[in-house]
């Protein structure tokens, strides 16, 4: 099986490492307009063989679609006018409804499965791709009864083969979700450490004052702009109503320290503690899977 992966990222990269040494496919083509992207991904094997767009869409099996999910929005039309009935495309974006809406009366709809596998870092580009990124890490699969079962079972297999677990769930569900439990904490560091930055002109005291926890917290904030502006904008209802549920437990925070009510600030305290259960529980489920 030949694999194409359009956009030679943290994603793309990784998967294209992973999915030619587990031996899904044999051979992988990469597509990117980064001339500098090209090279890098030559040299760091993870593409076989750099080809133009439409070269990927005339010998591939599988084509990933790994760009940022506005550039998702005008590729994916033009990759399903030039694939034939057997081939199969996917996206790996943040967003999933609007991305699905744009092909949605298109004849190869069908051919189109739409996932998010939610692993990655902070980093970007070639060089941040690496090996067992996605093992035993969740993938979800969105609006599947509109696949045809041959499509949807080569992109199962293909996230079997990364050694992920496959989560089906809706478009606009799975929307709503991720900006409480992905997009919300990237805004949260990006703007901890606009915060901090502001606050502290002298970027020594930061850095011999930063610890483990902070380190931690802000880590986030070094992601690529580029790739999540459009993941707010595209997201951006759903990342509303999240925002604004987090700025009002801020503001009972904050109301509770003004007040001296340190009691309460315990008790919200001790509230927060139970995600550590939550995760407890999901973390055995996984093990046991």
Known sequence: MKLAVVGLGLIGGSMALDLKKCGYV?????????????QSALELKLVDKIVTLEGACKQSDIIIIATPVSSVITLLPRILDLINEHQTVLDVGSTKNLIIECVRNHKYRANFVATHPMAGTEF???SAA?????????????????????HLKKVNDMYLA?????IEMKSIDHDLHVAYV???????SFVLAN???DK?????AIFNLASAGFEST????????????PIFDQNQKNIVEALGDYIDRLKLFHESLKAHDYDQTKKYMYQSNEIKRILSQIQKTKEKE
């Open 124 to 126: 970007s580009g070639p």
């Open 26 to 38: 044999s051979e992988v083509f990469g597509v990117d307009q980064s001339i500098e992207n090209q």
């Open 218 to 229: 802000v880590r986030l904030a070094k992601s690529s702009p580029e790739m999540w502006a």
């Open 195 to 197: 915060t901090v930055l």
């Open 182 to 188: 992905s997009h919300l904490s990237h805004i949260s």
């Open 130 to 150: 690496q090996e067992g990124l996605f093992c035993g890490k969740a993938t979800v699969i969105c609006d599947s009864l509109e696949n045809h079962p041959d």
């Open 200 to 204: 502290e002109k002298d970027a020594s």
């Open 162 to 166: 990364l050694k992920m677990r496959v």
